[in-house]
């Protein structure tokens, strides 16, 4: 039973229905096949030619998504060693040369980068301070009307400029898609 929990399915895209598999890790628990399809209709569904950030990746549900449907490029940052190999080899598997695995500490990714993103998706462990600490480095990283995608547990939300354009919640999780509002 273990071996069916630690694997996510892609719901849509050119890899729909292809299954990433993950090592189990604590505090690893992919965004599921609801929530993923509400944010990919709110960002319209096709991200063609866009740069994403995945930080926090985990099991990599939201940046192999990104890449199924069309994203130029997708950075999958996760600091766990074993997490960031079967990332690489999810992305072997499916021939995402367009994935970039970045093996660290999210925070220090985001102080040492030099390049921008178009979207964002965080999802760090609920119980932690690392959505904040994650957006206030957020801005110089992001290129013009980039967006946001935060889940958690507690309800976390993006102080100003940020401006939410979507929130949901399923069960006790909340999420949203936001953008810096100038």
């Given at each position: 039973m273990a071996a069916a929990r630690n694997r996510v399915r892609i719901v849509g895209g050119r890899w729909r229905s292809r299954v990433i598999r993950f090592p189990p890790?604590?505090?690893?628990?992919?965004?599921?096949?609801?929530?993923?399809?509400?944010?990919?209709?709110?960002?319209?569904?096709?991200?063609d030619g866009l740069a994403c950030l995945d930080l926090f990746a985990g099991s990599?549900?939201?940046?192999?998504?990104?890449?199924?449907?069309?994203?130029a490029r997708v950075v999958l940052v996760?600091?766990?060693?074993?997490?960031?190999?079967?990332?690489?080899?999810?992305?072997?598997?499916?021939?995402?040369?367009?994935?970039?695995?970045?093996?660290?500490?999210?925070?220090?990714?985001?102080?040492?980068c030099a390049e921008r993103f178009d979207v964002v998706f965080l999802d760090p462990?609920?119980?932690?301070?690392?959505?904040?600490r994650a957006i206030e480095r957020l801005e110089p990283r992001l290129n013009p009307g980039a967006r946001v995608y935060l889940e958690s547990a507690g309800g976390a939300e993006p102080p100003a400029p940020w401006h939410a354009l979507r929130q949901d919640r399923a069960g006790t999780v909340r999420y949203g898609l936001?953008?810096?509002?100038?």
């Open positions: 890790a604590e505090q690893l628990r992919p965004t599921p096949d609801r929530v993923r399809e509400t944010l990919f209709n709110w960002l319209g569904q096709r991200l990599g549900a939201l940046g192999f998504e990104a890449l199924s449907r069309g994203a996760e600091g766990d060693r074993a997490v960031a190999a079967a990332l690489r080899q999810s992305a072997k598997l499916l021939g995402a040369k367009d994935a970039e695995v970045v093996v660290g500490d999210a925070i220090s990714y985001l102080d040492r462990p609920y119980a932690s301070d690392l959505a904040l936001y953008e810096i509002q100038r």
